[in-house]
């Protein structure tokens, strides 16, 4: 694979990255993970304006221009002739003597690289997830796209250890997010419900388009918070993010969801996410 570091275009195994980058020391970084079908990026500019939004919370230096992200996704793309699967860009603080304070003077590190991956025909999709859910113990600002990922890591291999998918972390009663995907349900009267964006969940680019397509085939949309038990009652539930677009979620906690299958409302909503993101990659 050819891999992108800090303005070089380097074989993987030439890549290096110091071991005082903060990226390393103290999870001093950010990340993006864009979906490429047929060639082409999809939600680019989400991604770009999400990156931009991370860096700005945590007071890292921009790197680059939008239009330099650009081309780095494209030439890695084009590179590695990858026709679905993945970017993954990470900017990180920097390196430097080990502190917990960071000097002016510091440069971020950028690293990008592209990862093959089927995703357009998924088995979980057809099947459907099942998941546990674990309490939310991250820390209070899930909404900046860190590269902490530690505790969603621990609660991904606690739900494989069950003999499931996915966990959905839950705060107060109520659900935030999936590991890594906004959470879904359809209730019994035919509305969409996602919690609304704040602090506590991460605001994702595929939640955002879903909510449209949704919107623009007439459904009944909610933004608030749901309990466990209402989206065990709910008649669908389901969870978002770029590389797994819309995943039906049929268990919850060993509580079948619905029918205990994939519904109609999710299984069109990830059509038309596919259809609609084939079109409007760039
Ligand atoms: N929530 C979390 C915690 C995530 O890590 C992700 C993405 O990986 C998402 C939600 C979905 O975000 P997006 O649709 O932008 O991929």
Redesign the pocket.
Known sequence: RTVYVNGQYLSEHDAKVSIFDRGFMFGDGIY??TTVLDGKLV?FA??CA?LGRSMRELDMKTPCTDDVLLAIHRELVARNALVEGLVYLQVTRGAEDRDFAWSDAIQPTVVAFTQVKSLAASPLAARGARVITVPDLRWKR?DI?TVQ?LY?SLAKMQAKAAGKDDAWMVEDGFVT??????AFIVTADGTLVTRQLSTS????????TVLRHAGDTGLRIEERPFSVAEAQAASEAFV????SFVTPVVEIDGTPVGTGVPGPVATRLREIYIEESRKSAI
């Open positions: 993006e993970v939600d989400g991604h999400r899930r796209k990922l969603p997010e999936g590991t890594s995907n906004n969940l991460l605001h994702g680019i595929t939640r955002a978002t993010a770029a590389t």
